[in-house]
């Protein structure tokens, strides 16, 4: 087997130092989190502890797995390479493909569920952001990554379907692409939640398309390579369509930019067709990337504010919510729910279905695999990190204020200000309504979501270092930040499940499986934005129904899939000759399915109706029948409607958790009779062709990727200018 020569050790007294340095400061971080009782904790702790972490991970695991055990081959032809069509299948410049995979997996997931898990206190999601990605989402990311790579870009499903056999496959693929839609749904409903009333996000977030083309057309046609070039200018437009943003907002011209919900969705299912069926490189990957300089900067300007304002951590380090589990913001105890509430960041089955869709049919060399997959799950976890800082800064009583329902705290600051003192907490009605006046908002209550509170954290950080009279501004850019956040994550979603659509129909007839014939793709990306779009339609005009029936299944749904994944990585290192590797994704497999199906037994069979969907059905059945009338539902229609959700709910979560246990099953048969009998295993690997494509393996190229680039040796040399 041909191998990648890895780069230099790097062992020099120089190198050992700074690696030195870099662990000592992870460590501090971890120290004064771990022992500090009591006494004021800076959030720049946090911060030391997750970037020195990311950085021993990356550089030594991620390291070791890419160059000991799946030993990627720089030689190798990537499908990039060798079916390179212009459509799906184009070499990309593994800048532009980074900011294209950490724009697509970096959705919702990383800003909403740290913000609602810190109700746990900020604790126990630091640990699951950090060890989980180091250990279990990164990894899972770039093994997937790998082996569908080495299969063509089949899709996860397919890979399932071809590798653990035609039953376990099947099952696979139902559950990947029934979780697909759901995904898409909830992404879907929190981008129209964001937009709904923001002329200011709309006006920006459409510019992006119209620059994005040019920058498409620029690398194509008119300067390719220019990577550099078309950053600067990408760059500048994108600023410049942020400020023209803020002044639409203030002009004659915000009702034309302020959409409905129902306009939003329109526009939003147009888009995602249109960017499912155009060229890969026309649309879809500038416009990711172009996006991946506003959220890692908004990041990296975070992380500075944090550094430079110090601000203190006012959430309890575990609070009582914890063991008890009836937290207000919603219901369960830490096992298992912090790590089902926190899933992009930590471990998310979303990726897995991006880096088995659209980044392996795009990816240059094999040796990119450990930058792009893994790296770009690190950057996802320092967003989720971030967003902890930012919910777990405010005032404890303001955050349960902002992420309690309702029924919990009632509509006026004095009720809320009376409930939350009831949960252990306190705040005055005139600070609630101050922190609402300080963003200009009539009323922070009950903004549940996590995004508001997620908005106030970041106004919090950004005015500590500009001013407090730029409170207001940054908690807007911020709302419209999320919207742009999310955005990027839904149009490749919707063309990677028109991947999954096509394997699937691909094994009844075959014209299928060719991703880019395009009545094949027409039709697939029409079901699959006609699947979401419907979903999302009723849910905008039902606030009980569509999207929001299965809102609550989301977390669920997204960890069962990371099973899915894991099972197959799990199989294919096994099956590959990789054995005593297999524990790499072997242990993530067994917590995930430990952790997810403890969820899935208790959302179906919990005695407690604010956890468990058949109890909660049971709770409004009762009451309708005796002709009351419960929240959230206001009239008896409303009731029957939460019967009918709780019921479908609590069905789904059966079914999904079943189909994943058939997965891991007949996973476990594979590695099983491989290990007794090797020689009848067989792998569905595509046959090895060299490369004569020259690019460097990290954002950097060293001495020698240079030497190689300039000697000419590869036909397809990449441009670093």
């Known amino acids: 087997m041909r191998t990648a020569t890895p780069r230099s050790p790097g062992r020099s007294p120089r190198s050992i130092a700074l690696w030195t340095v870099v662990a000592l400061v992870g460590a501090a971080g971890w120290s004064v989190l771990a022992l500090s009782r009591g006494e004021d904790v800076s959030a720049a702790w946090m911060v030391a502890a997750a970037l020195g972490s990311y950085a021993i991970g990356y550089r030594f695991y991620a390291k070791f797995i890419a160059y000991k055990v799946l030993k990627v081959d720089a030689k190798r032809a990537t499908p990039a390479e060798r079916l390179n069509n212009g459509m799906d299948f184009h070499p990309t410049d593994r800048r532009v493909l980074l900011g294209h995979h950490f724009a697509a997996i970096a959705g919702a997931g990383p800003l909403v569920g740290p913000v609602l898990a810190a109700q746990m206190g900020y604790l126990p999601g630091t640990i699951w952001i950090i060890v989980g990605v180091i250990f279990a989402g990164a990894v899972q990311d770039m093994v997937v990554l790998f082996f569908s790579t080495r299969r063509d870009g089949r899709s996860l499903g397919q890979m399932a379907r071809e590798e653990i056999g035609p039953f376990g496959g099947a099952a696979a693929l139902i559950a990947t692409f029934a979780i697909m839609i759901i995904l898409l749904g909830v992404l879907a409903l929190v981008i129209v939640n964001a937009l709904a009333a923001s002329p200011w996000g709309t006006f920006s977030i459409a510019m992006t398309l119209p620059i994005a083309l040019f920058m498409g057309f620029y690398l194509r046609v008119l300067r390719p390579g220019r990577v550099s070039e078309v950053s600067l200018i990408g760059v500048a437009l994108l600023l410049l369509a942020l400020v023209a943003g803020r002044w639409v907002a203030e002009s004659s011209w915000a009702d034309t930019f302020t959409l409905k919900p129902s306009t939003l969705v329109v526009w939003m299912v147009a888009y995602g067709f249109i960017a499912s069926v155009l060229p890969v490189w026309m649309l879809l990957a500038p416009r990711d990337y172009l996006s991946t300089f506003m959220k890692l900067g908004t990041i990296v300007l975070l992380a500075l504010g944090v550094v430079v304002s110090l601000p203190t951590l006012k959430m309890d380090p575990v609070t009582d919510f914890a063991s008890r589990g009836d937290g207000p913001v919603f219901a369960g105890s830490l096992f298992p729910f912090v790590f089902i509430t926190i899933a992009c960041g930590a471990l998310s089955g979303f990726h897995a279905l991006i880096s088995s869709g659209t980044t392996p049919k795009m990816i240059q060399k094999e040796t990119q695999i450990r930058m792009i997959g893994y790296g770009s799950m690190l950057m996802e976890s320092s967003v989720a990190i971030m967003a902890l800082v930012a919910a777990s800064i405010i005032d404890p009583g303001l955050y349960f204020a902002m992420n309690a329902p309702s029924g919990v705290i009632g509509t006026t600051v004095q009720s809320a200000s009376q409930a939350v003192g009831h949960l252990g907490y306190s705040i005055s009605p005139d ?203 206001k009239t008896m229609d409303d009731m029957h409607t939460v019967v009918t959700n709780s019921t479908v709910d609590g069905v789904l979560s059966a079914a999904l958790a079943v189909l994943v246990v058939v997965v891991i099953a007949d996973a476990a048969r594979v590695c099983v009779k491989h290990v007794r009998d090797p020689l009848s295993s067989r792998l569905s690997e595509a046959p090895y062709v060299e490369s004569r494509l020259v690019a460097p393996a990290g954002l950097v190229p060293t001495r020698r990727e240079k030497e190689e680039a300039r000697d000419g040796s590869g036909v397809g040399a990449a441009s670093d200018g």
């Open 431 to 633: 600070d609630l309504a101050r922190a609402a006046q300080r963003v200009e908002e009539s009323t922070l209550l009950s903004r549940t979501g996590g995004a508001p509170t997620l908005a106030v954290g970041v106004s919090e950080i950004f005015s500590k270092v500009t001013g407090g009279g730029l409170r207001a501004f940054w908690y807007h850019f911020a709302i419209m930040f999320e919207a742009l956040f999310i955005l990027t994550a839904l149009d490749a979603g919707t063309r990677v499940g028109r991947f999954m659509l096509q394997d699937m129909l691909g094994n009844v007839y075959k014209p299928f499986r060719n991703v880019s014939w395009k009545p094949g793709l027409l039709l697939t990306s029409a079901v699959v934005v006609a699947l979401w779009g419907y979903f999302l339609w009723v849910g905008v005009h039902e606030p009980l129904g569509g999207i929001n029936q299965l809102f609550p299944i989301f977390g669920i749904a997204n960890q069962l899939l990371a099973a899915v994944a894991l099972a197959v990585c799990t199989t294919l290192l096994v099956k590959s000759g990789r054995l005593k590797w297999a524990w790499i994704t072997g242990v993530p497999l067994a917590w995930d399915a430990t952790v997810t199906l403890t969820a899935s037994w208790q959302k179906v069979f919990s005695s407690d109706p604010r956890v468990g969907f058949f109890q909660q059905r049971a709770k409004y059945q009762d009451a309708i029948d005796a002709g009351k009338v419960l929240p959230p539902a």
